[in-house]
């Protein structure tokens, strides 16, 4: 069964950091690209990172650039998003997602075939 499993979300004060990882089972992260999408509550979802197959493209939204790292490790088919200098508004759910054929440019959720279940993050003092 194809699998994505996000962790590493909690509450954590502004300014803070956290780390959240995207392992796969059932298929192998190297042939997907991912990217790193979040929801909060009343707002639709929106695509803050991405990487692709090899990790030598990433992406970020205007909003996280500077902040959010994401990377990927293939050999343990899993994908990051570092996530520094946390702001109350980066408050939401966060899922990963995979795609094995998508524009890096392309931010519809509807491109990406795979989801986590979400792990959810709160900035908040």
């Known amino acids: 069964q194809l699998q994505l499993v996000e962790s590493g979300g909690g509450l954590v004060q502004p300014g803070g950091s956290l780390r959240l990882s995207c392992a796969a089972s059932g298929f192998t992260l190297n042939s997907y690209a991912i990217a790193w999408f979040r929801q909060a509550p009343g707002k639709e979802r929106e695509r803050v990172s991405y990487?692709?197959?090899?990790?030598?493209?990433?992406l970020y939204a205007a909003s996280v650039k500077g902040r959010f790292t994401i990377s990927r490790d293939n050999a343990k088919n899993t994908v990051y998003l570092q996530m520094n200098s946390l702001k109350p508004e980066d408050t939401a759910d966060y899922f990963c997602?995979?795609?094995?054929?998508?524009?890096?440019?392309?931010?519809?959720?509807?491109?990406?075939?795979?989801w986590g279940q979400g792990t959810q993050v709160t900035v908040s003092s």
């Open positions: 990487i692709n197959r090899s990790g030598s493209t990433t």
């Open positions: 997602a995979a795609a094995a054929f998508t524009l890096p440019f392309t931010t519809n959720p509807a491109s990406y075939e795979y």
